[in-house]
């Protein structure tokens, strides 16, 4: 079965950036409209970001104007740059086409925003 592997994770400062990468294996993600969702300690998880397979984009309130999510379909990736990173971006981010799939999501990388 496919996965998801992801990297760019951390611990950051307010104000900082970070860009996380999420590499699928055996999931032709080139197909797929595909999201980054983050969840954070008991909350539940929700869309951040997504991009189409023709590169439309759309952003949550929040991530607009600092996040951007990108794809390298070649490489069977799909980026998120964040900047301007508020304590409240603080989760374990993942992703994961947006139709419901039901690819497994796997450990996701945590962000942690922090003085």
């Known amino acids: 079965q496919g996965q998801f592997v992801y990297s760019g994770g951390g611990l950051v400062r307010p104000g900082g950036s970070l860009r996380l990468s999420c590499a699928a294996s055996?999931?032709?993600?080139?197909?797929?409209?595909m999201g980054w969702y983050r969840q954070a300690p008991g909350r539940k998880r929700d869309l951040v970001a997504s991009?189409?397979?023709?590169?439309?984009?759309y952003y949550q309130d929040f991530a607009k104007g600092r996040f951007t999510i990108s794809r390298d379909d070649a490489k069977n990736t799909v980026n998120l740059q964040m900047n301007d990173l508020k304590p409240e971006d603080s989760a374990t981010y993942y992703c994961?086409?947006?139709?419901?799939?039901?690819?497994?999501w796997g450990q996701g990388t945590r962000v942690t925003v922090a003085s």
């Open positions: 055996g999931i032709a993600s080139s197909l797929y409209t």
């Open positions: 994961n086409p947006t139709s419901g799939s039901g690819f497994p």
């Open positions: 991009i189409t397979s023709g590169r439309t984009t």
